[in-house]
């Protein structure tokens, strides 16, 4: 059974960082977990993933040197580093999984897996 849960969320003040972890079990390791995030009335937009078969990252353009995700294969997670953090990433961040692995897409709804969310909250 595929279970995913995330940790790490909170309240910061911008400027500031969080680390939010995804905790992946009954999955394969070269499944793609991917780091979604949706703000309250917009679409849920995939904002970083690691790329199993190469280990390669795929940012958002809105997180690129702010954010970085890393995946720990030995405990089978996957962390998302967040410095520098800005009100506009105020949100609720998912992980999601893709498995059997199509390659790691965009698109929120082709993913098979989600956990239950962490709220981040960024303040001025």
């Known amino acids: 059974q595929v279970q995913l849960v995330e940790s790490g969320g909170g309240s910061v003040q911008a400027g500031g960082s969080l680390r939010l972890s995804c905790a992946a079990s009954g999955l394969s390791y070269q499944s793609c977990i991917t780091w979604f995030r949706q703000a309250p009335g917009k679409e849920r937009e995939r904002i970083a993933a690691?790329?199993?078969?190469?280990?390669?990252?795929i940012y958002a353009d809105s997180v690129i040197g702010r954010f970085i995700i890393s995946r720990d294969s030995a405990k089978n997670t996957v962390n998302l580093q967040m410095n520098r953090l800005k009100l506009e990433d105020t949100a609720m961040y998912y992980c999601a999984a893709e498995a059997p692995f199509r390659g790691c897409p965009a698109g929120w709804n082709e993913y098979d897996y989600w956990g239950q969310g962490t709220q981040v909250t960024v303040s001025s």
């Open positions: 690691n790329y199993p078969p190469t280990g390669s990252t």
